[in-house]
């Protein structure tokens, strides 16, 4: 039994994702004024098609974006610092990136990030439809609910929802695209007949017939079916209500944790709100923040990491923490302890701030000069033998199914892992050789390109039990004529 799943764990694949964001400054404040650093270069199409080239020689199963529709202007209580150091400003549309990518790959997935927030889901479905169809498939979601106070005031809000009522509002939200791109077209609706000259058949689109709390969607979906109909769906929140959500929606979850004892219990928590939602507990890929240093040798790895240091900008670090935390951190002294941080931001990062170290409480020196590199994310430095061991360990303690890979300088970073860590995983066969067929869903689960069953998402087809949708078209547009009325 013993020999059995050693032989399972041994042939386990690691999976990449590359974690880039359309601006200078993501997630390592200051290396942008390193001399191999190309991030001032994010506004032009060759960067992006240069790094998606790059990350699919590496076999990289996805290009996930972030994204922000605000500035850090916690910090100091003003967006000064942030704007000084570039932490996340200027900032460009992730979408928009896309289509070029997909154009000069063949199979690298995209993860684009979009908020629940602020933009209606009416059209969203539409964009998210266009690119499905436009990448053959190859696009997910990341479902982000929002946390800085900024996007909110210039979107007419004062502040950000509670942090609990942010999910609630994203759970109607996933229902109205669910019911759109799932439940409001058949499958064989569009008959492209030249002979009948019939392009759709009308009886098989379906209004969906929503009326919730937040949105009124009475309509049908605008486009018809795409390759995966509902893009991937990736989120990110490990609150208590973010993991219901995980559970519930995602397939895909990132995560960051600083040691290996962390990310086992939030892959346990993870996979344990899956199971609650109805779920295998292995139908969501879990992926774990990660920074590679590397190269031939641990020496160049070390050397590298030296290198990177001297251009970390601490501010611009606490400026990012500052809004991640929703604590003003210009407010300490550099060496006070930080503890019992109450946050209506990113409350996991507030919570592993409050919880300190091994080594006692976090002060703000600490913080400043830990998310110089990766963001507040583990760092792994070494020859591409010694990382890809490394990682391997700790897939295997942790049940974790890869790692979302921040970098220090961009592209240099992606091309030393591709050049020195991919092969050595593959030489542990821990690391895919070939790029499997079909659309991202099926090259992560191998399981086709839709939705499973037991996701939430199929309850929404039609005829399933959440569906709202209606055969009589002409019912819905009596009532629309009503409202212009």
């Known amino acids: 039994m013993a020999a059995a799943e050693n032989t399972t764990q041994e042939s386990r694949k690691i999976l990449f994702n590359a974690f880039d964001m359309n601006c200078v400054v993501h997630q390592s404040p200051g290396l942008w004024t390193h001399p191999k650093d190309k991030a001032r270069d994010y506004n032009t199409l060759d960067y992006w098609v240069h790094l998606a080239k790059t990350l699919e020689k590496g076999l990289f199963d996805g290009l996930f974006i972030a994204d922000v529709l605000g500035t850090y202007d916690v910090y100091g209580s003003s967006n000064e610092a942030a704007l000084t150091s570039g932490a ?33 889901p009416y059209p969203f479905a539409r964009r998210l439809a266009t690119l499905d169809h436009l990448t053959n498939g190859r696009v997910g979601w990341n479902v982000v609910t929002g946390y800085l106070p900024s996007a909110a005031q210039n979107m007419g809000d004062t502040d950000q929802l509670p942090h609990d009522e942010r999910y609630d509002k994203a759970d109607e939200y996933l229902e109205v695209i669910y019911k759109l791109l799932e439940g409001s077209w058949e499958d064989d609706a569009v008959q492209n007949n030249v002979e ?12 969906i017939n929503h009326h919730g709390k937040y949105f009124d969607v009475p309509g049908i979906a605008i486009t018809e079916p795409s390759v995966q109909r509902t893009p991937v769906i990736y989120q990110a929140g490990a609150s208590p209500r973010g993991l219901k959500f995980a559970g519930e929606n995602a397939e895909a979850v990132f995560i960051n944790s600083s040691t290996v004892e962390a990310i086992t219990k939030t892959v346990a928590k993870i996979r344990a709100a899956a199971v609650a939602a109805g779920r295998d507990p292995h139908a969501v890929k879990i992926f774990a923040m990660q920074t590679i240093i590397t190269g031939e040798t641990e020496a160049d790895a ?74 507040f994310g583990p760092v792994l430095v070494g020859s591409g033998a010694n990382v890809a061991a490394e990682l391997a360990r700790i897939q295997d303690l942790s049940d974790v199914d890869g790692f979302n890979l921040a970098y220090a300088i961009t592209p240099g970073t992606f091309e030393d892992v591709v050049e020195y860590v991919v092969p050595e995983l593959q030489k542990l066969g821990r690391y895919k050789t070939e790029y499997a067929p079909g659309s991202l ?24 039990k959440n569906s709202t949708a209606t055969t009589d078209l002409s019912s819905i547009s009596a009532q629309l004529v009503t409202q212009e009325a």
């Open 441 to 464: 869903r099926n090259k992560l689960f191998g399981n086709g390109d839709r939705l499973d069953d037991t996701h939430r998402g199929a309850s929404y087809r039609l005829g399933a």
């Open 196 to 207: 009948t000259s019939v392009f759709t058949d009308s009886s098989k689109v379906h209004a």
């Open 88 to 120: 996340q400003v200027p900032v460009n549309d992730p979408i928009l990136l896309v289509s070029a990518m997909a154009y000069a790959t063949k199979n690298l997935g995209f993860g684009i990030t979009a908020g629940t927030a602020y933009e209606h």
């Open 302 to 375: 070390q050397a590298k990491l030296e290198e990177y240091s001297r251009y970390i900008d601490p501010v611009g670090g606490l400026t990012l923490m500052s809004g991640w935390t929703g604590a003003d951190l210009s407010q300490y002294d550099l060496d006070e302890p930080i503890t019992n941080i109450e946050s209506n931001a990113i409350q996991s990062t507030a919570a592993t701030i409050s919880n300190g170290t091994s080594e006692g409480a976090w002060t703000v020196r600490k913080l400043g000069e830990a998310t110089g590199i990766g963001g």
